[in-house]
């Protein structure tokens, strides 16, 4: 059971706009900045989105984030094939001396 | 450019410990932290701790306090997390990320069987 929550899945045609939702709580994205990550299969986490909407030098100004109150959401546009991968939030969380939570993960589909 | 290289995969058997090693370069190493991830096969990330490569300070995840050891070695700008009295549910791919997670190590399979 992850701290934070997110669809186990999505899914988009290429072109479309999807979006991904991660709701938390007042210890962890109430209280502190939301990074989001994209997995591809295989592959190690690839940071996406810090500081609830700032992306990466490299990163496509297609993939953006937003955060509010305690939920965040990453938002993908001109949805390509290649972004079928796994994508996770995290943040920090103030409970327990600090501690690093993740959503589940969703699984998003190009159809 | 800001690399961190882990170790190469591990099989291990019940109860025994694993140390796996996550070596930086690119940057100052002293100036960030160094957080442990895993992920089980199939499953998500799961936070594992974090410690200070700057006086060594260290914050666990509450599952794991007791069995986990997380050190650095600022000679060379290398972390180790080591593993005690493994389980096969310990079998993961383990991770190495600078602090927050903005640069990520390739990954270092564990393997737990007997």
């Known amino acids: 059971q992850s701290v934070l929550t997110q669809p186990p899945s999505a899914s988009g045609t290429p072109g479309q706009r999807v979006t991904i939702s991660c709701s938390g709580s007042s210890s962890n994205i109430g209280s502190n900045t939301v990074n989001w990550y994209q997995q591809l299969p295989g592959t190690a986490p690839k940071l996406l989105i810090y500081?609830?909407?700032q992306r990466p030098s490299g990163v496509p100004d297609r993939f953006s984030g937003s955060k509010s109150g305690t939920s965040a959401s990453l938002a993908i546009s001109g949805l390509q094939s290649e972004d079928e991968a796994d994508y996770y939030c995290?943040?920090?969380?103030?409970?327990?001396?600090?501690?690093?939570?993740f959503g589940g993960g969703t699984k998003l589909t190009v159809l | 450019q800001v690399q961190l290289v882990q170790s190469g995969a591990e099989v291990k058997k019940p109860g025994a410990s694993v140390k796996v090693s996550c070596k930086a370069s690119?940057?100052?190493?002293?100036?960030?932290?160094i957080s442990w991830v895993r992920q089980a096969p199939g499953q998500g990330l799961e936070w594992m701790g974090w410690i200070s490569a700057y006086n060594g300070n260290t914050n666990y995840a509450q599952k794991l306090q007791g069995r986990v050891t997380m050190t650095t070695d600022t000679s060379t700008s290398t972390a180790y997390m080591e593993l005690r009295s493994l389980r096969s549910d310990d079998t993961a791919v383990y991770y190495c990320a600078r602090y927050g997670g903005d640069y990520w190590g390739q990954g270092t399979l564990v393997t737990v069987s007997s």
């Open positions: 995290a943040a920090w969380d103030d409970s327990l001396n600090g501690r690093r939570v």
């Open positions: 690119g940057y100052t190493f002293t100036s960030y932290g």
């Open positions: 500081s609830n909407n």
